[in-house]
C-alpha cells in the first residue's frame, strides 16, 4: 500500500520544527518508491558547511518521528536504531533531534543508535519549549531563561549519551528573553566545550542580527521547501550576507512532494494538514499542479518526486542541508540517494520557469503555529 492509500485516524501534536509529528497515511510511508533499475546510488557523502567551519553530510536525518509516528503507533526501537545505524553508513553525518520531539524520547533513540559512531557526526537538537525536564510534560508557552537552557542542556547530553552538542538550535524565540541573555548563556556552555556550535529556528530577522552580532550563528532551521518558499525573501539573503548556513525542516513539504496527496485527499481527524489552508478541498486543486511539475521531472530524471524536490533545494545554495525525516528504512536510502541528482544550469532555470508560474493557495499553518515564527526576541532591558 502506498502514499496514496488511505488515510488512518491519528493524533495532533505542535511544536516540532513548528509542530510535531502529523498523521500519515495507513503505512507510513513518506514517498513512493522508485523501482530498483532507476535508483541512484546511495550516498550523501559529499559535504556541506554550515556556518564558517560545521562540515556536514549534504543531506541529514530528522529523527523527530522515532518515538511515535504520524498515526501515533509507536515504532520499533530496534528498526529505529537500524535506520540511524543505515544512515551513517550512507554517508549521512548530520543527525537533527530536539527535547520537544517525544518530549525527551527522540533524544534517548538518538543517543542509542549513534552511540558506536558518535565521534564521526553532528548531533544537532534544539530547546527552547517549555518541558517539565523530569517528566517530559509540556507546560504552557516557551522557557529560554538563561538558567532553564543550562539545565535543559545536562539532560541533553545525558540523553544523547555524549559529553557535547555539535549544534543546538534556540526551538522558538522567546518574547520574553532577550537574545542577548540566550546567547549570553549558550556562550557559557561553548566554555565549557558542552556546545560546539549554536542556530536559531524560525527567527525574527532582527534577532539573527543581534545573536550573530554577540557570537557568529552557524545555521538558521526554517520550513522550506518547494511548497514553502518563504525564507527565500529575507532569510536565506540574509544568511548570505552573514555567512550563516541554512537546514530547511519539512524539506518534502509534509508529505505533499513525494506524489502521495492528489486532489481528492482528505485528511483523518487530528492530522494537521486537516486544519492547514493550503491543503483545504477548495485549495488542494489548484496547488496539485505543484505535483503534477515534480512528476514530469520525476520522469525525465527517474528519479522519484522526493528525490527532485530535495535535489532542488540543494541546488539552491551550496551552505542549504535539508533534513527529511522518515522511520522507513527505503525512504531514508531514497532520500538520501538525492544527493547524486544534479540539475545543469539549463534544466533548473527550465523548472524554476515552471515552479514560478505555480501559484500556491492557503496558508502554510494555522494561525495558533505561525504565531511562534518569525518572532522577534525583546530588547534588553535598562
Not at 540517494?337 to 515552479?355: M, R, V
Request: proline fraction near 6%.
Amino acid at each position: 500500500m502506498d502514499r496514496r492509500s488511505i488515510l488512518k485516524t491519528a493524533g495532533l501534536a505542535l511544536a516540532g520544527s513548528a509542530l510535531l509529528p502529523f498523521t500519515s497515511f495507513a503505512n507510513s510511508n513518506e514517498h513512493e518508491m522508485i523501482s530498483e533499475e532507476n535508483r541512484f546510488p546511495l550516498a550523501a557523502a559529499d559535504k556541506r558547511k554550515l556556518g564558517k567551519s560545521l562540515e556536514v553530510s549534504s543531506i541529514g536525518l530528522g529523527v523527530q518521528n522515532m518515538s511515535r509516528t504520524y498515526q501515533t503507533t509507536i515504532p520499533s526501537r530496534t528498526e529505529m536504531h537500524r535506520i540511524i545505524h543505515s544512515a551513517f553508513d550512507n554517508g549521512v553525518t548530520f543527525f537533527d533531534s530536539a527535547e520537544a520531539y517525544g518530549p525527551l524520547e527522540v533524544e534517548r533513540i538518538l543517543g542509542e543508535g549513534v552511540a558506536s559512531f558518535r565521534n564521526k557526526i553532528t548531533i544537532a537538537t534544539k530547546f527552547g519549549w517549555n518541558i517539565d525536564q523530569e517528566t517530559g510534560k509540556r507546560l504552557p508557552g516557551l522557557n529560554s531563561r538563561p538558567e532553564h537552557i543550562k539545565i535543559v542542556v545536562e539532560g541533553m547530553l545525558k540523553r544523547l549519551k555524549t559529553d557535547r552538542i555539535d549544534l543546538l538550535y534556540q526551538h522558538r524565540v522567546d518574547p520574553q528573553v532577550p537574545i542577548e541573555d540566550v546567547v549570553g548563556a549558550i556562550q557559557d556552555l561553548i566554555k565549557e566545550g558542552k556546545i560546539l556550535h549554536y542556530g536559531l529556528c524560525e527567527p525574527g530577522h532582527q534577532t539573527i542580527r543581534r545573536a550573530h552580532a554577540i557570537h557568529p550563528v552557524t545555521a538558521i532551521q526554517n520550513e522550506y521547501s518547494l511548497l514553502w518558499r518563504g525564507p527565500e525573501k529575507v532569510i536565506i539573503p540574509l544568511c548570505e550576507e552573514l555567512g550563516i548556513g541554512f537546514v530547511p525542516w519539512s524539506p518534502l513539504g509534509v508529505g505533499f512532494l513525494t506524489g502521495a496527496i492528489d486532489s481528492a485527499t482528505r485528511f483523518a481527524p487530528g492530522d494537521i494538514r486537516g486544519i492547514e489552508s493550503r491543503f483545504s478541498p477548495e485549495n488542494l486543486p489548484a496547488n496539485i499542479s505543484l505535483v503534477d511539475l515534480l512528476k514530469k521531472w520525476s520522469e525525465k530524471k527517474k528519479a522519484a518526486p522526493a528525490q527532485i524536490s530535495l535535489a532542488w533545494l540543494l541546488a539552491q545554495k551550496a551552505w542549504i542541508v535539508p533534513i527529511p525525516g522518515t522511520t522507513q528504512m527505503a525512504h531514508m536510502l531514497e532520500n538520501t540517494g538525492a544527493s547524486q541528482i544534479k540539475f545543469t544550469s539549463n534544466e533548473l532555470q527550465e523548472f524554476n520557469t515552471a515552479l514560478n508560474a505555480i501559484k500556491i493557495i492557503g496558508e502554510r499553518l494555522p494561525a495558533g503555529v505561525l504565531a511562534f515564527s518569525d518572532v522577534e526576541a525583546p530588547e534588553i532591558r535598562k
